[in-house]
């Protein structure tokens, strides 16, 4: 095994430093007890128990994680199915057309994705709230959970579910007592993945809601325009933790999904 020379592991060290320094330090001010956010006053978790009583903060953290869970089982639902569509149909017609659309999202800019469903809902006369932002997050949650779990799928033993078949199951039972269970772990991980992206979800969010639903991202983007304050840090940290649970775990359940598959 080759080993990394000194100016390949200065380069990792620099750029892991820019990736997540930054994020560091927000963590370490969010236990300032100082509420000047560049002064250092000493260690606190005073502003945990103050983020605990702000009701705008905490009502729209409840709405986000609504929201993740809705848009990320829509996503995981209709991820699995065009995955499914895409490695066991072959070559039917419209494959090429149906598989850009459903990973578009994925190399769309944000911005381009929230403006289109904007001009949809508005075209629609539909009011936006709660079910557009959940569409709106299932909407590009759906290639990437078609694209963890088409991967599992393209390595999936065929003839496992060759000899269910084979013994008088249904293709529905061979799905469901064989298939599902088998690819089990990547639609956990898929699920994982879609429900950080909403979590985290901004600029669709800003797009496809109205009044009547208010993200977390966008509370703690309108608070941060009349300057930065230790409890934003406090909800910033927890939802950065939160997202790194959620992400590590998925990528946890694939390594293990892999190694079984040796």
């Known amino acids: 095994m080759k080993r990394l020379g000194p100016g390949l592991i200065l380069a990792l060290v620099f750029g892991f430093a820019f990736l997540y320094l930054p994020i560091l330090v927000l963590v370490a001010y969010s236990f300032n007890a100082s509420r000047l956010v560049a002064v250092w006053g000493g260690f606190s978790t005073h502003w945990y128990g103050a983020l605990m009583g702000n009701e705008a903060l905490l009502d729209a953290a409840w709405t986000s994680l609504r929201l993740a869970l809705v848009s990320a089982t829509a996503a995981t639902a209709l991820g699995t199915l065009a995955a499914l569509a895409l ?17 578009a999202p994925l190399v769309m800019p944000e911005v381009i994705t929230g403006l289109s469903l904007l001009l949809l809902f508005i075209a629609l006369d539909v009011e936006r709230g709660f079910w557009t932002i959940a569409a709106a997050h299932a909407t590009f949650g759906l290639g990437f959970a078609c694209i963890v779990v088409q991967s599992r799928l393209m390595g999936f033993d065929r003839s496992l579910e060759e000899a269910a078949q084979d013994l008088g199951a249904t293709p529905f039972v061979t799905f469901w007592t064989v298939t599902l269970p088998l690819i089990w772990p990547a639609i956990a991980a898929a699920w994982m993945l879609a429900f950080a992206l909403s979590l985290d979800d901004l600029v669709v969010a800003t797009f496809a809601g109205g009044s009547g639903a208010a993200t977390l991202p966008i509370r703690l983007y309108s608070a941060v325009k009349r300057g930065v304050t230790p409890e934003i840090n406090a909800a910033c940290t927890i939802m950065i933790v939160t997202a790194a649970v959620v992400v590590i775990s998925a990528s946890l359940l694939m390594k293990r999904e892999q190694l079984s598959d040796r």
Do not use: C, K, P
């Open 87 to 103: 490695t066991r149909y072959g070559a039917f017609r419209g494959r090429t057309l149906f598989s850009g659309m459903v990973l």
